[in-house]
């Protein structure tokens, strides 16, 4: 059974799944790179009219559409094909076979370690509520980059949570950092 859940960024939607969606970690897929893309299932919903991006997680998926088409008539796709996918197939729809994009090589330092370390228990579970996820992409003077993925993604609050809630915790955490960029 698919459950949907709203995100603070109103074009996206959290959906919900009791099986496993991902076996590889969180991924995101854009329109705008479809021609890059293998998966069959993420493909056709980057086809349907109006979605944009989609961010799939282990236990959800989030839409994230443009503002030309309503909930109301893409939400029903979507379910549908999450349940005809399921009803057909055991395994999640991204798996170890050849899903995963290559992940950054971060070097053994101290510094970084405790960066991530903090992303991964203290926001990345809160911003995966919202349907969205949070990406380390470098450390380099006391700034920390970051990519904001999923309803995240656009989302009108993501400055503020962005500032106040990931900045705010890295500062306090690691005294090195002293501020946070979003890419």
């Known amino acids: 059974m698919i459950h949907i859940e709203n ?5 996206a939607l959290k959906f919900l799944s009791e099986k496993k969606i991902s076996s590889v970690g969180t991924q995101e897929f854009q329109k705008a790179n479809i021609k890059k ?8 919903l980057l086809n349907l009219d109006g979605v944009e991006l989609v961010l799939v997680s282990e236990n959800f998926l989030s839409v994230k ?5 309503s909930w109301d008539s893409l939400k029903p796709s979507i379910i549908s094909s999450l349940n005809d996918y399921f009803q057909k197939n055991e395994e999640p729809i991204l798996s170890a076979i050849g899903e995963a994009e290559p992940e950054q ?5 101290k510094i970084i370690d405790q960066i991530n370390n903090i992303l991964n228990t203290k926001i990345r579970p809160a911003v995966a509520r919202d349907g ?6 470098s450390f380099d003077n006391g700034i920390v980059r970051v990519e904001l993925r999923g ?28 501020s946070v960029e979003a890419i």
């Open 7 to 11: 995100t603070p960024n109103p074009n």
């Open 105 to 109: 090589k971060i070097e053994d330092n």
């Open 65 to 69: 559409k443009n503002e030309k088409i």
């Open 37 to 44: 893309i293998n998966n069959y299932f993420i493909k056709n």
């Open 132 to 137: 969205g996820d949070i990406k380390f992409i």
């Open 151 to 178: 309803s995240c993604s656009g989302c009108p609050s993501s400055l503020m949570t962005l500032k106040q809630g990931v900045q705010n915790l890295l500062c306090h955490y690691v005294k090195e950092v002293k």
